[in-house]
Structure formats: structure tokens, C-alpha cells
């Protein structure tokens, strides 16, 4: 019966995993947009710091920005090399 316990919080927690469970809280979505608006204050304009923090929400690290202005945040890869490394404090 333990093991049949086990087993079943073992596979709740890897289905969790599976469906995508990646996204970062809005917490730290906010502080990770909080410095994107630092770096690039004139094309962070109210809606492309909404649309980043649903972009981390839903996506954590692979959010990334569109390079663009008004700037544009994008799931999946990342559209610029320099932002391939992901070192900020906000990231996991």
C-alpha cells in the first residue's frame, strides 16, 4: 500500500512537470519586466510590461524579448544571441 502511494504522488508530480508547471510566479514575472523597463525605458511602454509579465508567467525562462520598439516578448527561443544566457537574479 506504501508503495502504491508512492507511486501515485510520483507520477502527480511528473505530470505536473509534463504539463509545463515552467512559468514564473507574478512575483518574480514583475521583477524580471522591472529590469527589462530599466534597461529599455522608452520601449517598455505599459502594454509591453503587461504582455512581458503574462510572457514569464506563462513561460518563465523561455520568455524572451522580441527586440523590438515598443519591445515584444516571445515563448521559445530566444531571437537575440545575446540573450541566450539568462543570469539575472530573478531566474530560478
Do not use: I, W
Amino acid at each position: 500500500m506504501v508503495r502504491m502511494a508512492l507511486g501515485g504522488a510520483m507520477f502527480v508530480a511528473l505530470l505536473g512537470a509534463a504539463l509545463g508547471c515552467g512559468g514564473y510566479s507574478t512575483e518574480k514575472a514583475e521583477l524580471r519586466c522591472d529590469q527589462e523597463e530599466s534597461a529599455k525605458e522608452q520601449c517598455v511602454t505599459d502594454a509591453a510590461y503587461e504582455a512581458c509579465v503574462a510572457c514569464y508567467e506563462e513561460c518563465g525562462a523561455g520568455c524572451h524579448p522580441g527586440a523590438t520598439c515598443p519591445e515584444t516578448y516571445l515563448c521559445g527561443s530566444s531571437n537575440n544571441a545575446d540573450d541566450s544566457s539568462d543570469d539575472t537574479s530573478a531566474d530560478q
